[in-house]
């Protein structure tokens, strides 16, 4: 959609668009900006509109209120409740609800939901607001530089739907936010401006009023009323109301200090000056000249930094305005900034981290690690006396007015950050080597080689400034690499295996809904019903009901009989579901079938999915709240989760799972299964419910186990915990960073499983000759009878050596050269089969000392590939190199060698090439010798 053709739509008819009551009442004037041509709406004669005002309201707030952060949001939160609005709690900063988002980036993002593609609003109330937590990460360079911009921040979202009940348009939406400001905030009316503008996304559109003060823009209220584009389109049935305003800027609109950050952060700033050596500054403060500075420097970098692409050359004039060298403001500001930075990105990690996500190497985790290594890095680069850990403190004592929940992670979040940070140091000591490195091969530091070295070696382009090998932090660096793991596409994909796809020529939405038995009667396995659809060339069926279960969130499908016909795959598309039966048959549209669904199988796949549940539900209470699934997978033979977890798991870990998942068990507790409105089901058992991803219904299916695990889940469970009998961990693995992978099996399963355990052990304990008690003692003493002979075989080896080498030493070859010099090299070479590496590491080591021209070559030919080992004497070796030898006869190989001049090694794959190695070996010999 072209935005500005849709913008003159609304201009061109601005009496209907834009034209509000309040206009009328009050008297705001329409006006149009003499430098760009926007429309917009004052109280008093304005020549250009608010994109081109500084912030005159730093150090002159134009109201006498002194809102702290915290008071912004209560003043505000009373406000509203008073007119009628129902307080909505902040949704997760992890976005659950939506596979095309990492994080929650608006609070209007809170209310949608994807159906079918379209986005859809679902407000739990009408009308509401909500205090949301909004994280982004596109603008990284500038936070705690600009005065204003964060990773995260609270979009006060003033959210309704105008055509339902309790709904209001824009009229009275522009009436409640000029009370806000005038009321709640103090401002003068003629203070106020309100600029024409559009919002677009998504297929729906509508015009917007975004709302100045002082060239701040304090709230932006977006009228959704059309969908479709600007050629065609159409009014929408639930129009709705978003407006979005931060909370940062209410309260620094009334204090007018040089940065936001002095109100959003004051009570963990004012704590840090009492510690360090930094002094509060503000406009007030005007004692001390270097105090001084700062807030005039930070005055003007506040409203400038818009008109800059690189923030330094914005210093170097503000330099020069202030009439001051960079390099002083430089050493004055650059503390301040770090530390405004630097709790910027702890208070970016409380949230996320209490809201379940981990930092890691993919995905959205990405940004986590890049925020509190930079955060680490600034700490240790500006020589502040506090760790991490102490802001993460700050923060959530004063945070927790407004989010109590935080108060209950706050151990949790300590705990992640401190394994983050000792991973960071390991990488660190690294690095160390890697720059002397880069010292010595002077390499060119270039943005793709800064961002290579961070992602193999973890190394960060501060740290390279640290060591004095780079200038500057390039000022893109941490856009560009998160810009490169924001790609939503990272996400694991589907496996595409067993898909069922119908040909193009098929109009699934002609056929009827297949009516789902195994919901409502999940005991029937024996049904009839009318084939409504075949599908020959591809043996698909289709049926009016079903008992079989399709394929689908993760549980793998029924199998069983359709009339006489095996039936192997079963999947869901849209609402139909369509059988695979294994060969041609003769069944016809409009039969009635019998059909038989293998019980023994659905009862397994069953156990393992409430498993799954089960299993999920214990790591969490073993590991700690940030673990999620992943993703599962539920199969007649084993059942599969992978939950997000920092490390992987120990052997004490893992069995605390096992024991707590048992002892669910043991307890036979009732799993209900109930359906919910979507809405009714997040405010009731909050995001928890979306382990398994995203839910496209409105209406939900919750899993409940006891309350222990409450789920949104659409597959097959038993009815009482009981019923699994017991469940047995097979395997764990960290299968990404990040990503713990366990696998177990439940049922009469997991007896089998433990029973060709104890076959195995059986095993073992008649060959060994013993019995079950004393196997592992027998065992131990096998292994040092194993120690014992591999020390005599060596002894003996090197006992022939001596005999051997003389041997080897006969056999060789002689090279002489001819260029009159006499050099001589005896060149032995074989290849074998059968004896091993350490009888030719001995033989090999010993010729050589016996006769200082000989060369040893020697081949180990596994068939697969072959090892190659060369040792040169003494003189030999002044010639030729075995670690030249080893490497070319390796390459020959098509593999890698090399090595020091007397000993090298290597190997390769292509042994056909062996006949022809002992040729290009003596070649090469020849050539250095000048033959
Ligand atoms: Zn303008
Ligand atoms: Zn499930």
């Given at each position: 959609m072209d935005k500005s053709e849709i913008l003159n739509i609304f201009s061109s008819n601005h009496e209907k668009f834009y034209k509000v009551s309040l206009f009328e009442r009050q008297g705001f004037q329409r006006q149009s900006c003499s430098i760009c041509g926007k429309f917009y709406w004052s109280l008093i004669q304005r020549s250009a509109c608010p994109d081109h005002e500084n912030y005159s309201f730093i150090g002159n707030p134009p109201t006498s209120k002194r809102l702290s952060y915290i008071q912004a949001w209560e003043e505000t939160k009373k406000y509203f409740e008073k007119n009628g609005h129902k307080i909505v709690n902040r949704y997760p900063v992890v976005c659950r609800w939506r596979e095309d988002l990492y994080y929650t980036i608006a609070s209007i993002v809170d209310f949608q939901r994807i159906v079918e593609n379209k986005v859809v609003f679902e407000l739990p109330s009408n009308p509401l607001v909500v205090p949301q937590i909004c994280l982004r990460f596109n603008d990284i360079e500038n936070v705690g530089i600009s005065g204003r911009h964060y990773t995260s921040f609270c979009m006060i979202g003033q959210t309704c739907n105008a055509d339902k009940e309790g709904g209001y348009w824009k009229d009275k939406c522009i009436d409640l936010d000029f009370g806000l400001l005038v009321d709640v905030l103090g401002i003068p009316p003629a203070e106020i401006t309100f600029v024409e503008d559009v919002w677009l996304g998504a297929g729906a559109f509508g015009c917007s009023l975004e709302y100045f003060v002082r060239g701040l823009e304090l709230g932006n209220a977006v009228f959704t009323e059309f969908e479709g584009n600007e050629k065609n389109y159409y009014t929408m049935k639930n129009k709705i109301i978003d407006m979005g305003a931060g909370l940062e800027r209410f309260s620094w609109i009334t204090n007018g200090?040089?940065?936001?950050?002095?109100?959003?952060?004051?009570?963990?700033?004012?704590?840090?000056?009492?510690?360090?050596?930094?002094?509060?500054?503000?406009?007030?403060?005007?004692?001390?000249?270097?105090?001084?500075?700062?807030?005039?420097?930070?005055?003007?970098?506040?409203?400038?930094?818009?008109?800059?692409?690189?923030?330094?050359?914005?210093?170097?004039?503000?330099?020069?305005?202030?009439?001051?060298?960079?390099?002083?403001?430089?050493?004055?500001?650059?503390?301040?900034?770090?530390?405004?930075?630097?709790?910027?990105?702890?208070?970016?990690?409380?949230?996320?981290?209490?809201?379940?996500?981990?930092?890691?190497?993919?995905?959205?985790?990405?940004?986590?690690?890049?925020?509190?290594?930079?955060?680490?890095?600034?700490?240790?680069?500006?020589?502040?006396?506090?760790?991490?850990?102490?802001?993460?403190?700050?923060?959530?004592d004063q945070l927790q007015k407004l989010y109590p929940e935080l108060g209950d992670s706050r151990d949790e979040i300590i705990t992640i950050l401190d394994i983050e940070s000792k991973r960071f140091a390991e990488t660190q000591n690294r690095i160390v080597n890697i720059s002397d490195k880069i010292k010595k091969e002077k390499s060119k530091l270039d943005i793709d080689y800064l961002i290579r070295l961070y992602e193999s070696d973890g190394i960060t382009p501060d740290y390279l400034v640290e060591m004095g090998l780079l200038k500057s932090v390039p000022s893109n660096f941490y856009t560009k690499l998160s810009e490169m793991h924001s790609s939503i596409n990272t996400i694991t994909k589907k496996d595409k295996r067993n898909e069922i796809k119908l040909k193009d020529d098929i109009d699934i939405d002609s056929i009827s809904k297949t009516k789902l038995i195994f919901y409502d009667n999940p005991s029937k396995?024996?049904?009839?019903?009318?084939?409504?659809?075949?599908?020959?060339?591809?043996?698909?069926?289709?049926?009016?009901?079903?008992?079989?279960?399709?394929?689908?969130?993760?549980?793998?499908?029924?199998?069983?009989?359709?009339?006489?016909?095996?039936?192997?795959?079963?999947?869901?598309?849209?609402?139909?579901?369509?059988?695979?039966?294994?060969?041609?048959?003769?069944?016809?549209?409009?039969?009635?079938?019998?059909?038989?669904?293998?019980?023994?199988?659905?009862?397994?796949?069953?156990?393992?999915?409430?498993?799954?549940?089960?299993?999920?539900?214990?790591?969490?209470?073993?590991?700690?709240?940030?673990?999620?699934?992943?993703?599962?997978?539920?199969?007649?033979?084993?059942?599969?989760?992978?939950?997000?977890?920092?490390?992987?798991?120990?052997?004490?870990?893992?069995?605390?799972?096992?024991?707590?998942?048992?002892?669910?068990?043991?307890?036979?507790i009732p799993v209900y299964i109930n359906f919910f409105d979507r809405g009714v089901a997040e405010q009731k058992y909050s995001f928890r419910i979306y382990q398994g991803g995203v839910v496209p219904s409105n209406n939900v299916r919750i899993v409940n186990i006891g309350n222990l695990d409450i789920e949104a889940c659409g597959g097959t469970h038993v009815f009482n915990t009981g019923e699994i009998g017991f469940i047995k961990i097979l395997r764990t693995e960290r299968i990404q960073d990040g990503v713990v992978r366990l696998e177990f099996v439940s049922g009469q399963n997991a007896l089998k499983y433990v029973q060709r355990q104890e076959d195995q052990i059986q095993f073992i304990v008649n060959a060994l000759g013993t019995s079950k008690e004393k196997v592992l003692e027998t065992f131990s003493k096998s292994l040092d009878d194993f120690d014992k002979l591999k020390k005599k075989t060596k002894n003996i080896i090197k006992n022939v050596s001596k005999i051997y080498s003389q041997n080897v030493i006969e056999n060789s070859t002689i090279i002489k050269s001819n260029n009159g010099n006499n050099q001589i090299v005896k060149l032995y070479y074989t290849v074998e089969e059968e004896l091993d590496e350490e009888f030719h590491l001995t033989i090999g080591h010993d010729a050589v000392e016996h006769d200082k021209n000989l060369i040893y070559v020697s081949i180990i030919n596994n068939k697969s590939s072959a090892r190659v080992i060369v040792y040169c004497g003494k003189e030999s070796s002044t010639i030729i190199k075995a670690g030249t030898i080893a490497k070319s006869a390796s390459r020959i190989l098509n593999g890698s060698g090399g090595g020091s001049p007397i000993f090298g090694q290597g190997g390769g794959r292509s042994i056909e090439k062996l006949n022809t190695l002992k040729f290009h070996i003596e070649q090469m010999i020849k050539e250095k010798m000048a033959y």
């Open positions: 200090t040089p940065t936001s950050y002095e109100c959003t952060f004051e009570p963990v700033l004012k704590n840090i000056y009492k510690m360090s050596d930094l002094e509060h500054f503000s406009l007030t403060n005007k004692n001390r000249y270097d105090i001084d500075l700062l807030g005039n420097y930070f005055s003007k970098v506040s409203s400038k930094l818009d008109s800059f692409a690189d923030p330094r050359m914005l210093k170097n004039q503000i330099a020069e305005e202030l009439k001051v060298d960079v390099e002083k403001i430089e050493k004055i500001v650059v503390p301040y900034e770090s530390l405004f930075t630097i709790v910027d990105h702890a208070k970016t990690l409380i949230f996320a981290i209490s809201d379940g996500s981990l930092p890691s190497n993919v995905g959205g985790g990405y940004n986590l690690r890049i925020l509190l290594r930079r955060a680490l890095s600034l700490i240790k680069k500006t020589g502040f006396n506090f760790k991490i850990f102490d802001i993460i403190d700050m923060h959530i396995f024996v049904f009839d019903a009318k084939i409504i659809k075949k599908i020959d060339e591809e043996n698909l069926i289709i049926l009016d009901k079903t008992c079989f279960y399709p394929r689908g969130g993760g549980q793998e499908p029924d199998y069983g009989l359709l009339g006489s016909f095996k039936v192997d795959n079963v999947v869901k598309i849209k609402d139909i579901v369509i059988h695979h039966v294994s060969e041609n048959n003769n069944l016809k549209e409009g039969d009635i079938v019998n059909c038989i669904i293998d019980k023994e199988r659905r009862i397994a796949i069953t156990k393992n999915h409430t498993s799954t549940h089960i299993i999920n539900s214990s790591s969490k209470n073993t590991l700690g709240s940030w673990v999620w699934q992943n993703s599962s997978f539920k199969e007649e033979a084993y059942a599969r989760l992978d939950i997000t977890h920092h490390s992987a798991l120990n052997k004490t870990e893992i069995q605390e799972i096992e024991r707590k998942a048992n002892e669910v068990i043991e307890k036979n």
